[in-house]
């Protein structure tokens, strides 16, 4: 069997193993045609509406690029390996629910990598235990600590696909990265995954990339302002369902707005996973848009402001700025009618961050001709070892302009 998929960022991507094709094709799988990957980003950017679907057989194809130049390089990798890797990454995002990470811990307090692990269990049922060993390498368990690395560290293709394939649906060209010259240079010391020393420099470019692409598409104000909206209609809904509302939502939506599941009970009940596995975001947005005739004020509106794009202002506050937040939130309550306790529907005050790498958190390792390996932030004159890449957090009020 050979199926050929003509991806927009990476050309013709190649199926040609019957068991990822059986996977591919299964339902389960087919679910994340109807799950965004960048959720709200096509507010801001109308281009992003590529889905997880997408991202991860973009993921696979880049897994086994990866895959065949360490086999080149001598490193030892026997096929059901290769197998089993390319199902990890294939799967890796499985778990994500309606509009990904805006909704995550809001209609299910679990995250998506304890979903996606627990689903990856279901098929590995189904297919009677012949997906042990990517259980194993997803989970880190797996001898060859490489593998493992290449689906999930801070150098891994998932986040070499998301950035070039999201760059390329906004049109935000300082998410482009070099991940084919990237993939050239990896390696294996030490049974860990590393890059050559000429590499260096297109990792410094790849860790600028993801950092501007975080301020400039992910945390956007108005994406960041659309999200929190909606995470705010579906804590609105969740309120009115339990306590004896009649709403409209598909059976899969209902059960979780009627219910509070606490992310330690979830395992508990297997209709909760089976419920998880019917929603996507066409749920959502099909409730949002018949919620916007409700007859609760707070949900309508709500409602109505999304559907229609008049969104509530991101106002990023410096340390010393002078905002009187008490009035307002005081025009807030008499604007809108509002009481006290229904204030946090229309103002949020938090932060947003971002880290572009982290030395303590599975490192990128440097490999030299010599054999030395050193981690990256050890390296003088590197952006990192300069102070450059700091860990930045940007605090923020959020509410509807008056």
Known sequence: MRKIINDPVH??????????????????YQRLRRIKQMALAYLVYPGAVHTRLHHSLGAYHLMHLALQELKQKG???????????KVAILLHDIGHGPFSHALEHTLVDVHHEHLSLRIMQKLNDEFEGKLDMALSIFQDQY???FLHQLVSSQLD???????????????????????????KMLTVSGNELAVEEKGIYSIEKFLIARRLMYWQVYLHKTVLSSELMLVNILKRA???????ETLFATPALSWFLQRDIPSDQFDLDPNNLDQFLLLDDNDVVASVKVWASHPDPILSDLCRRLNERRLFKVH????????DLDAIKKKLCTHFN????????????????N??????????????KNGRIREISEIEDTLISAGLLVPVKKHYICYPAI
């Open 11 to 28: 050309g013709f991507i190649t199926i040609d193993d019957p068991m990822i094709f059986k996977i591919i094709a299964h339902p389960y």
């Open 75 to 85: 490193i030892d990798m026997s096929p059901e390996e290769e197998q089993a890797s």
């Open 143 to 145: 001898p060859k600590k």
């Open 157 to 183: 293709v998932d986040r070499l696909d998301y950035l070039a394939r999201d760059s390329f649906f906004t049109g935000v060209s300082e998410g482009v990265i070099g991940y084919d010259r990237i993939i």
């Open 238 to 244: 969740k309120a009115l369902a339990q306590s004896g």
């Open 316 to 323: 990023y506050t410096a340390v010393e700025e002078n905002i």
């Open 338 to 353: 509002l009481a006290e306790a229904d204030l946090p529907y229309y103002f949020t005050q938090d932060s947003a961050s």
């Open 355 to 368: 880290m572009a790498y982290s030395a303590g958190d599975e490192k990128i390792k440097i490999a030299y």
